[in-house]
């Protein structure tokens, strides 16, 4: 039972306008979240997190949003640029209540295509 | 991505051979973890460590070993390699379990 899913296998986005990313979980014990990012041949690359305690979190061109009512979480890039085409994967943990130290529980990815 | 290395990178098998994947890190973290990546998956834990000389099990652990001897290195071994087992591997660490994880660059094996 797959309990982080991202249900879009790709995305395609015009350059300049937002990339919306989602990614929904289903174990109720995950409180930390992360986004993190792939190009080929080689390792992810972590982009930005989020706690339950909050909603929201912003990193310069990219924000995250926590829905936990509907085990619900975004990724927005604004605006979109070419280097942001690469493969995001969305991932949680217990890692703020449980521990986490049994590790991060990924999505399949998305792949998301930047057009000019 | 500075900080874990992990070789080899790319290798050949054949089924029932033993091989060992290293990772390294020159972060002095004390969590470290082993993944596969399977073609349209996402990344699965096979094993991880939270501490020199510990391991413990994780979601797809069947089929693999892995030693925590010190600190800065973890070893993945496979005994009897099988077809099953070809992925690509990651390794990656953290200081902190609820911290974000660092990865590096994955070993690519394939199992004929």
């Known amino acids: 039972d797959q309990q982080v899913k991202q249900n879009s296998p790709s995305l395609s986005v015009q350059e300049g306008r937002i990339s919306i990313l989602n990614c929904d979980y289903t174990n109720s014990m995950f409180d930390y979240f992360l986004w993190y990012k792939k190009y080929p041949a080689e390792g992810p690359t972590f982009l930005i997190s989020i706690s339950s305690i909050k909603d929201k979190n912003e990193d310069g061109r990219f924000t995250v949003f926590l829905n936990k009512s509907a085990k619900h979480l975004s990724l927005h890039i604004v605006p979109s640029q070419p280097g942001d085409s690469a493969v995001y994967f969305c991932?949680?943990?217990?890692?703020?209540?449980?521990?986490?130290?049994?590790?991060?529980?990924f999505g399949k990815g998305t792949h998301l295509i930047i057009q000019p | 991505n500075a900080g874990v290395t992990q070789t080899p990178k790319f290798r050949v098998l054949k089924t029932g051979q033993s091989m060992t994947l290293l990772c390294a890190q020159d972060?002095?973290?004390?969590?470290m973890y082993w993944y596969r990546q399977d073609p349209g998956m996402g990344l699965r834990l096979i094993h991880y460590s939270v501490g020199e000389g510990t391991t413990a099990k994780g979601e797809v652990p069947d089929g693999y070993n892995v030693s925590r001897l010190k600190k800065q290195n973890f070893l993945l071994g496979l005994e009897s390699a099988a077809p099953s087992q070809t992925s690509v591997y990651f390794c990656a660490t953290n200081q902190y379990s609820n911290q974000p994880q660092h990865f590096g660059d994955g070993t690519r094996l394939s199992i004929l």
């Open positions: 972060m002095n973290h004390e969590y």
């Open positions: 991932a949680a943990s217990d890692g703020v209540s449980g521990g986490g130290a049994d590790g991060l529980t």
